[in-house]
């Protein structure tokens, strides 16, 4: 599982059009792009997907995909205990279901698509980033309610400070960049390959 790694590679050069970028909401974006569709080998079966951005109609299924896929098992996640206290997980899915469609982010479903399969519809992955161009895209704001909450944006917040953002847009002559915010498989599906084909779609 990636959580909070630099995304350098896929940086957004200085003279780059974003509008060609998935992390921008435009039209297209809104009503739901499909990235790509793809198949997987899964065991006998052969598994049918379609990558589409995300959309209002899937929000809630995505933040609850994420709490139980992603809060769950991700390391600062599991330390801050956000998951063992259900008002912290109330929280937390608030929390992020007002960030997850800003203009910044970048969510990427994986999607069962074949009407053959009585799971098509179900979500099977979910990839997310963000773009960064200064240390304010990486400050978390919040009034908490909750300890597990707050321990987990100390915990980002301590981490951010150990690296200069500016020193990594020199390094790689960008302006900004992608910031790795989570990949979240569904236990069934993993070790299938999801991850390497994720990381193909991504630079």
Request: hydrophobic fraction near 35%; glycine fraction near 2%.
């Amino acid at each position: 599982m990636l959580a909070f790694r630099h995304i350098v590679r896929s940086a957004l050069k200085n003279n780059r059009n974003l509008s060609t970028n998935y992390n921008t909401k435009t039209k297209e974006a809104i009503a739901g792009r499909v990235w790509t569709k793809l198949q997987i080998q899964n065991k006998k079966d052969l598994l049918r997907l379609r990558v589409q951005d995300l959309t209002m109609d899937l929000l809630e299924d995505v933040l609850d995909f994420n709490m139980n896929y992603f809060v769950k098992e991700e390391i600062f996640h599991k330390i801050s205990g956000i998951s063992e206290d259900p008002e912290a997980v109330k929280e937390y899915k608030e929390i992020i279901s007002q960030v997850i469609m800003k203009p910044n982010y970048s969510t990427k479903v994986y999607i069962i698509d074949d009407y053959s399969n009585s799971n098509t519809g179900k979500i099977v992955a979910v990839s997310m980033m963000k773009i960064v161009s200064s240390h304010e895209d990486l400050n978390y704001n919040i009034q908490t309610k909750t300890e597990a909450v707050r321990r987990l944006l100390n915990i980002k917040s301590t981490c951010y400070k150990l690296f200069s953002i500016e020193d990594v847009k020199k390094m790689y002559n960008v302006d900004r960049y992608y910031e790795d915010m989570g990949l979240a498989i569904h236990p069934e599906y993993r070790s299938l390959g999801i991850i390497n084909f994720e990381n193909t779609l991504r630079y």
